[in-house]
């Protein structure tokens, strides 16, 4: 826990910071592994206030308990507001539990495993089981989204499994974290999805892509038309979103500082 005067220090320098953004703690996965606090003090220090964990296990945040790993952040002034984790039918109650205990709003379903998915009769009972853990997250004061890779849009019996996803759910117990990546690197369009399901997409992760390469690159570096698609937040329903970066070609500190910077200076950032 960081003193008092240590706290208003870090706070008192972030006064100039008015634009919440996240990170996606899943970015800087091997600094959090080997300094967790001094990770999490060079996130403060950049810039963002907002952050999103990918490191939840047996009842525990990155080896912490949810209340040891809310006071880290809280003296910080991170705010935590969701967390991913795998689950199943068997234990999401109590990852909500925990997840609750730490203070997020949101419990992100992150990946769905290759025999889960493997039929459009899969992905309907996906929907169901989806609209299960989101009653759940409701019982336990929390909501429930479902964050995408791009094996949602390759078609089966020409349909797109993703929109089966977005049908079967119910919109008042299921949301979805949009990956801005990976939907383009699928052959879609974030903005079609916005005008075919407006207020679905209560999150966003805000990744750019290598015009050359495809890969991915720092937010500002790609060619992801991040003007265009932040014109359509109110459209999409989004209240959150997080830099993510899978991998870096630099050190990933360099790496989120540079995102950072681009969306705190971009105009089209609120």
């Known amino acids: ?26 970015t ?49 002034g991170l705010r935590i507001i969701s967390s991913h984790s795998g689950m199943n039918v068997d234990n999401v109650a109590k990852i909500a539990e925990d997840s609750k205990a730490v203070g997020v709003e949101y419990l992100v379903l992150p990946f769905l495993g290759g025999n889960e998915r493997k039929t459009l009769d899969d992905y309907k009972m996906l929907g169901e089981k989806f609209n299960t853990y989101g009653t759940v997250c409701k019982n336990a004061g929390l909501k429930f989204a479902y964050h995408n890779h791009d094996f949602e849009f390759t078609l089966i019996d020409n349909q797109v499994p993703y929109d089966l996803l977005l049908q079967n759910t119910d919109p008042t117990l299921v949301s979805f974290e949009v990956d801005l990546y990976w939907i383009i690197k699928a052959g879609y369009k974030p903005l079609d999805y916005f005008a075919k399901y407006p207020g679905r997409f209560s999150m966003w992760h805000v990744k750019d892509r290598d015009a050359a390469s495809g890969k991915f690159t720092e937010v500002g570096k790609g060619n992801v038309d991040f003007k265009g698609i932040f014109a359509k937040k109110a459209e999409s329903g989004m209240e959150y979103f997080f830099v993510e970066l899978d991998m870096s070609v630099i050190p990933a500190m360099d790496s989120i500082k540079i995102s950072f910077d681009y969306l705190n200076q971009a105009d089209f950032v609120r």
């Open 28 to 76: 800087i996965r091997k600094e959090m592994q080997t300094d967790l606090l001094g990770s999490l003090k060079k996130v403060a220090e950049i810039g963002y206030t907002q952050v999103e964990m990918a490191g939840y296990n047996n009842g525990q945040f990155y080896g912490k308990s949810p209340m040891e790993f809310k006071q880290i952040c809280d003296d910080l």
């Open 1 to 26: 826990m960081l003193a008092a005067s240590g706290l208003l220090a870090y706070r008192s320098s972030f006064a100039n910071i008015a634009k919440p953004i996240g990170l996606q703690l899943y």
